[in-house]
Structures are given as structure tokens and as C-alpha cells.
């Protein structure tokens, strides 16, 4: 059937990615903000597709569009910080983001794989550790324990992750 409220055609958008149909899906999300430009989810969405595709520059343009708006919004200032240019940047975003939301996932994510970017696993995992407050199945912490098991040659704690995503998520390819 027909579909006209910008969140779902956002949705189908969404329905589209996990598809790996990306040119259906940029294409949704284009109508989906034009048909409401105030669907900031929508805008974020579009962003977090053109940060997937390697597209930084239209990301930024995304999240700039709803910071525009609401300088506020935790789900653009998290995308904003994925795609910032320098280190400085970035901290000052996540910065932001944990000032309006101490328990944002997205925000502990990024810290957590900055971290481990930086061979620093003991700060990853202490952050990882605040995640299941606010989600028990959190595929992304559960792929960087993963990542820090494997670094650190702790076959039993990497298996003990890959089972985790598996029994979650079988078809996860993170």
C-alpha cells in the first residue's frame, strides 16, 4: 500500500538498507525529509547511511541540517561525531552528548571503539561495562568484546561474545 508519513517512509528506508538495496533506501530517506523536514530521524537516518557508504561529507550535511534546528538532538550530535575530522572534535561532541544523555549508547560506542582504536582495552571495556544498564543485547558492545578478546588471545571470552551475537542475531555481520 501507500505510505506518506515521513517516519515510515524513513522505516521502509530503513527495511530497505538491511537489504543492502542502498539506492532505494537514499531514495526514501530524500522523501522522507522532504516530506518533513522536522522528521529529524529520518535526516539522521539519511546521514547514518552516507556514513556507512563512506559518504562523510553528505553525513555531515545530514546531521548539520537537524543541529541547524535543535543543536540538542543526541542521535546527530553521535553522527556528527562519527564523521568529525579531528580528535578534538570528536571529544567535544561525545562531550555534548553525554552532558544531555549520561547513558547514550551510541555516545559509549564510539568511546569504546575510540578506545580500542588506541590499543587502550581496559578503558573499552570499563565503558562497555556501562552499556547493558541500558541494553543487555547490544550487538555492537558485544562485537567489540569480541575485538578486545581477540586482541588479548582469550579464545574462551571471544567465543563466549560470538555465541552471544549469534544466539541474538544469526545473521549479524558486523
Known amino acids: 500500500g501507500q505510505i506518506s508519513?515521513?517516519?515510515?517512509i524513513a522505516m521502509t528506508g530503513v527495511a530497505c538498507w538491511g537489504l543492502e538495496s542502498w539506492q532505494d533506501a537514499n531514495t526514501l530517506f530524500r522523501e522522507a525529509v522532504q516530506a518533513d523536514p522536522a522528521c529529524f530521524e529520518a535526516q539522521v537516518l539519511w546521514g547514518d547511511l552516507f556514513r556507512e557508504k563512506y559518504n562523510d561529507a553528505e553525513a555531515a550535511k545530514s546531521y548539520a541540517d537537524?543541529?541547524?534546528?535543535?543543536e540538542f538532538y543526541v542521535p546527530a550530535l553521535v553522527g556528527?561525531?562519527?564523521v568529525a575530522e579531528s580528535g578534538a572534535a570528536t571529544e567535544m561532541l561525545i562531550e555534548s552528548v553525554l552532558e544531555l544523555n549520561d547513558k547514550s549508547e551510541a555516545?559509549?560506542?564510539?568511546i569504546a571503539r575510540r578506545s580500542i582504536e588506541n590499543d587502550d582495552y581496559e578503558s573499552a571495556e570499563v565503558t562497555l561495562a556501562e552499556i547493558p544498564d541500558t541494553n543487555h543485547e547490544s550487538?555492537?558492545?558485544?562485537?567489540?568484546?569480541?575485538?578486545i578478546a581477540m586482541m588479548r588471545e582469550?579464545?574462551?571470552?571471544?567465543?563466549?561474545?560470538?555465541?552471544a551475537i549469534e544466539n541474538i542475531s544469526p545473521n549479524?555481520?558486523?
Open 80 to 82: 556528527m561525531a562519527h
Open 107 to 110: 555516545a559509549k560506542l564510539l
Open 66 to 70: 537537524v543541529l541547524g534546528v535543535n
Open 5 to 8: 508519513s515521513a517516519e515510515d
Open 172 to 174: 549479524y555481520d558486523k
Open 139 to 147: 550487538l555492537e558492545a558485544l562485537t567489540y568484546r569480541g575485538v
Open 154 to 163: 582469550e579464545p574462551d571470552i571471544f567465543t563466549k561474545a560470538s555465541n
